[in-house]
């Protein structure tokens, strides 16, 4: 697999806006699964991290429900190019 934008492959988690490592350090591979290749590896995230995901999360969803359909719209529109 030939990855033309390695930004776009990331082995920290994306919590309340920001990339992070587990609190551990530890990574999991992740593998192809037709040729068993490792193709990169993510943060082996436990409950501290699990809960702060989903306290952003909740955060999140609370401005965006309050955005206008039309803003919503525009947000998915220019990032799904």
Known sequence: MILRDSSLLQS????????VPADSGETLAVTNPANGETVGHV???GTAETRRMIE???Q???IWSRSLV???????????I
Do not use: F, T
């Open 12 to 19: 920290h988690s994306y919590i309340d806006g920001q990339w």
């Open 43 to 45: 943060a082996k995230c």
């Open 56 to 58: 952003a999360a909740g």
């Open 60 to 62: 999140a969803q609370k």
């Open 70 to 80: 039309k803003e919503r719209a525009a947000l998915l529109r220019y990032s799904s």
